[in-house]
């Protein structure tokens, strides 16, 4: 159950943040390099939240998100 969470809000992540499901592409060849470039997008930005120590899939603030100093 708690995979199938994981699949949902990344699906659901995928689909609202990257449009996803709107590919104007007009051959096999843009479609699949636009596609990859949205999952590898993702990637980046969960590699991120690793480095940062948040939460995988959090993106909400990943670009304003402010390092605290560390005293």
């Known amino acids: 159950m708690r995979i199938r969470r ?5 699906i659901g992540q995928l689909a609202k943040r990257f449009d996803i499901e709107k590919s104007w592409c ?4 843009h479609m699949a390099s ?4 949205k999952l590898l ?9 690793i480095e940062a120590g948040r939460p995988v899939i959090h993106f909400k603030k990943l670009i304003s998100a402010e390092k605290t100093a560390k005293k």
């Open 6 to 10: 994981r699949i949902k809000t990344v």
């Open 26 to 29: 007009r051959d096999m060849w």
């Open 34 to 37: 636009r596609i990859t470039r």
């Open 41 to 49: 997008a993702h990637n980046v930005g969960s590699f991120f939240n």
